[in-house]
């Protein structure tokens, strides 16, 4: 969901969707980062790198760019980020994998999920716009289809949460990117300060009064959530977590 113009991030610590007796392991499990395991540029790529090849085969490029794979890992770890970081992406990549299967295009949500906070500037100008554009670039400049860089284009640009998802696929990718809505409230409560982190800059007032303003427009929804697994496990947390939020913005 956006902070003050941006798409959110999932702390890696909450829970994900699935029965932990029949959920594979994520593929990126050994590579993302946590309070105890910090971040390794050298140990990332090689942890990274056969989840990464995988993707781009199923999106029949057989050629997977190590060094674009490098860039990414580089963005997410810039010293701005609070929240769209490595914990981040993991965290996305956990809850995603628990839902792999109800997807029609796997890999292009996987491909999403890795550009749709490559480029995160603040204050924010077109970061989703920029960030969806490069990821249509890559994936022509590798061969794939203009079908499959249109619809990785269209999930980018869908984390801007401003339109109403016209695919399965994004309903997917936007209930993964809005999960920390429904986390713990000690989770929910952590996310809401590491966004404030980010945004340092922004007085307070002005950040009270946009922050205010996008978490109402959540409220208003019918659903949060667009699919069945994230409303069943997050819907009723969430607005739980967004009233606290929007209560304590107001005081």
């Given at each position: 969901?956006?902070?003050?113009?941006d798409?959110?991030?999932?702390?890696?610590?909450?829970?994900?969707?699935?029965?932990?007796?029949?959920?594979?392991?994520?593929?990126?499990?050994?590579?993302?980062?946590?309070?105890?395991?910090?971040?390794d540029?050298?140990?990332?790529?090689?942890?990274?790198?056969?989840?990464?090849?995988?993707?781009?085969?199923?999106?029949?490029?057989?050629?997977?760019?190590?060094?674009?794979l490098?860039?990414?890992?580089?963005?997410?770890?810039?010293?701005?980020?609070?929240?769209?970081?490595?914990?981040?992406?993991?965290?996305?990549?956990?809850?995603?994998?628990?839902?792999?299967h109800?997807?029609?295009?796997?890999?292009?949500?996987?491909?999403?999920?890795?550009?749709?906070?490559?480029?995160?500037?603040?204050?924010?100008?077109?970061?989703?716009?920029?960030?969806?554009?490069?990821?249509?670039?890559?994936?022509?400049?590798?061969?794939?289809?203009?079908?499959?860089?249109?619809?990785?284009?269209?999930?980018?640009?869908?984390?801007?949460?401003?339109?109403?998802?016209?695919?399965?696929?994004?309903e997917?990718?936007?209930?993964?990117?809005?999960?920390?809505?429904?986390?713990?409230?000690?989770?929910?409560?952590?996310?809401?300060?590491?966004?404030?982190?980010?945004?340092?800059?922004?007085?307070?007032?002005?950040?009270?009064?946009?922050?205010?303003?996008?978490?109402?427009?959540?409220?208003?929804?019918?659903?949060?959530?667009?699919?069945?697994?994230?409303?069943?496990?997050?819907?009723?947390?969430?607005?739980?977590?967004?009233?606290?939020?929007?209560?304590?913005?107001?005081?």
């Open positions: 969901m956006p902070a003050l113009g798409a959110p991030i999932i702390d890696v610590g909450e829970e994900c969707i699935g029965d932990p007796r029949t959920a594979r392991c994520c593929r990126y499990d050994q590579a993302i980062p946590t309070p105890d395991r910090k971040p540029a050298r140990l990332s790529l090689m942890q990274y790198k056969k989840a990464w090849q995988s993707m781009w085969r199923g999106l029949g490029c057989p050629h997977a760019d190590l060094a674009l490098q860039t990414l890992l580089a963005r997410y770890s810039e010293p701005h980020r609070a929240y769209h970081t490595l914990q981040h992406l993991g965290a996305c990549f956990r809850h995603f994998d628990a839902v792999r109800t997807a029609a295009h796997p890999e292009e949500i996987e491909l999403a999920l890795w550009f749709h906070d490559a480029i995160y500037e603040i204050p924010a100008v077109g970061n989703e716009s920029q960030s969806a554009d490069w990821a249509r670039d890559v994936l022509r400049s590798e061969g794939a289809s203009n079908e499959v860089a249109a619809r990785v284009h269209a999930l980018v640009m869908a984390t801007c949460h401003n339109t109403l998802p016209q695919t399965p696929d994004q997917i990718l936007l209930d993964v990117d809005l999960a920390i809505l429904g986390a713990q409230t000690t989770l929910f409560d952590a996310y809401e300060a590491q966004i404030r982190a980010e945004y340092a800059s922004v007085p307070e007032d002005a950040f009270k009064s946009r922050r205010l303003r996008i978490l109402e427009q959540f409220m208003a929804r019918g659903g949060i959530f667009q699919t069945v697994n994230f409303s069943a496990r997050y819907e009723a947390q969430a607005r739980a977590n967004l009233r606290h939020s929007i209560a304590a913005l107001r005081a």
